[in-house]
C-alpha cells in the first residue's frame, strides 16, 4: 500500500507564494506524481504531473505561475506556487501511480486559501 504524506498548504493573500510537498512512503518506484485541486461545488482537476523522467503537464490555468518537481531518490514531489489568485483556493491533493494504468494513490489533502 502507498501512502501520500503531504505538507505546505495554508493562508496567503493574493500574489504570494507556497510551496507544497508530498512524500510517498515505502520502498517503491513512482512513475507519475504530481497535484490535482478540488474548490468547493467544483470537481476535482488536474493542476500538475511529472514523470519519472521529469516531463510535465500543466493545467492551462497554472502554467508559468506553478512549477511542478521531484526528487526521485526521496519518492517526493513538490508544487511551487507563485502569484497566486483567489481562484486558485482549494484543497490540493496529491497523486502517484506506480505505471501507466495503474491505479491512482491520492494523498488526505492540503488546503490553499488565498485572500484578495
Known amino acids: 500500500q502507498v501512502q501520500l504524506v503531504e505538507s505546505g498548504g495554508g493562508l496567503v493573500q493574493a500574489g504570494g507564494s507556497l510551496r507544497l510537498s508530498c512524500a510517498a512512503s515505502?520502498?517503491?518506484?513512482?512513475?507519475?506524481m504530481g497535484w490535482y485541486r478540488q474548490a468547493p461545488g467544483k470537481s476535482r482537476e488536474l493542476v500538475a504531473v511529472i514523470t519519472r523522467g521529469s516531463n510535465t503537464n500543466y493545467a492551462d490555468s497554472v502554467k508559468v505561475r506553478f512549477i511542478v518537481s521531484r526528487d526521485n531518490a526521496k519518492n517526493t514531489v513538490y508544487l511551487q506556487m507563485n502569484n497566486l489568485k483567489p481562484e486558485d483556493t482549494a484543497v490540493y491533493y496529491c497523486?502517484?501511480?506506480?505505471?501507466?494504468?495503474?491505479?491512482?494513490?491520492w494523498g488526505q489533502g492540503t488546503q490553499v486559501t488565498v485572500s484578495a
Open positions: 497523486y502517484a501511480d506506480l505505471f501507466v494504468g495503474g491505479s491512482p494513490y
Open positions: 515505502g520502498t517503491i518506484t513512482t512513475n507519475r
